[in-house]
């Protein structure tokens, strides 16, 4: 197999090869098919004398035709039509009666029963070989279009799969692993949507971290990134509710839009951020509030309505944001609810 089809999985189509079962319990006749197929170079030939082998080995061998007599010792050979059809191995593979018996209903009853062919046997090499022929030829081409179509399918559940992550990825931000702010967008404008059709509460955190330029310049755009990761870790884990939403707004900025929530929760939930990240302990020499990382936190809530736009939920808790800082920083300020 190719490399290239060993690494994304896909099966080549099987080469098949016209493969002739016969069963029938006189090896005279055995022998005659046998010397009828002798010369045709790209048709294999087996032979079952037991019936009663012979699902196992038509299962073994795979056959693109099955020969069949039509009297049998043991099993019936009608009953035997029955028995293939009913076998999802052999449910599909054509069936050509062999048989002395030449009265309409006999015949009538094979086709009914699931058979493909029905001749008297034997007939001439000519006929005998065009009909194998025929019919391995059907069989082998039905069995190619359901594997081209299984390798497509394949495919194509492959690519939705690739498409998916790389939509996931593109959602998210390269350094801290939340959603970016493409995503917030998104999610801001379909959440206010969702609070305008049910008269919800919708509230949105914005958050940046306390005299980031500074931590920056004293520990390195190294030591800015881990910081950044961390604080974004800490505020991840302070979220508990699954309709949450967390990203990075842009810099040291973080955003949560939280659906379904008044200013009284959206407030806990800030200062549950606030409080996680001080537990880190992260060391912040340069900061003017404290000995370790810290964040001021903004709050807007409103009920969405019809003539509002969703910059003015960002506008709101922006203002907040900027009041947490006037006021001294690492602290949680809200704005007045909206209309």
């Known amino acids: 197999m190719p490399d290239n089809q060993k690494n994304e999985g896909i099966s080549p189509l099987h080469a098949y090869r016209i493969t002739v079962l016969l069963i029938d319990d006189q090896a005279i006749i055995a022998e005659a098919v046998r010397r009828a197929l002798s010369s045709e170079k790209d048709i294999d030939f087996h032979y079952c004398q037991n019936p009663t082998e012979a699902i196992q080995m038509a299962t073994q061998i795979k056959p693109t035709v099955i020969l069949q007599d039509l009297v049998m010792p043991e099993i019936d050979g009608l009953m035997m039509v029955r028995f ?29 029963l699931g058979a493909n062919d029905y001749l008297v046997k034997l007939p001439a090499k000519v006929e005998l070989i065009a009909r194998i022929r025929y019919h391995s030829r059907s069989y082998i081409n039905l069995k190619e279009r359901d594997e081209a179509f299984q390798a497509l399918q394949e495919s194509q559940k492959r690519l939705a799969e690739a498409n998916r992550t790389l939509q996931r990825l593109s959602s998210l931000d ?26 919800t509460p919708l509230s949105l955190i914005m958050l940046d971290i306390d005299f980031f330029k500074l931590y920056n310049d004293h520990y390195g755009h190294q030591g800015g990134d881990d910081c950044l990761k ?11 509710r699954e309709t949450d ?14 659906p379904e929530t008044d200013q009284a929760g959206a407030l806990k939930i800030a200062e549950g951020m606030r409080a996680a990240v001080q537990e880190k302990k992260l060391a912040h020499a340069k900061s003017k509030v404290s000995d370790h990382v810290s964040i001021s936190v903004g709050v807007g809530t409103c009920i969405p309505k019809r003539d509002g736009k969703p910059e003015a939920l960002i506008s709101s808790a922006d203002q907040a944001l900027y009041k947490a800082k006037e006021e001294g920083r690492n602290r949680v300020k809200g704005s007045d609810p909206a209309a």
Do not use: C
Request: aromatic share 8%; net charge negative.
């Open 245 to 258: 939403f967390l990203a990075r707004y842009g810099g040291e900025e973080f955003s949560a839009v939280l």
């Open 84 to 112: 293939f059809r009913v076998k999802p191995e052999t449910a599909q593979v054509p069936i050509i009666v062999l048989s002395t018996k030449e009265e309409p209903e006999i015949k009538s009853e094979a086709f009914s």
């Open 230 to 240: 961390s604080v974004a870790a800490a505020l991840e884990g302070s979220l508990q």
């Open 174 to 199: 390269g350094l801290t692993g939340i959603a970016n702010r493409r995503s917030f967008d998104e999610t801001l404008h379909k959440e206010w949507q969702r609070a305008m059709r049910q008269g």
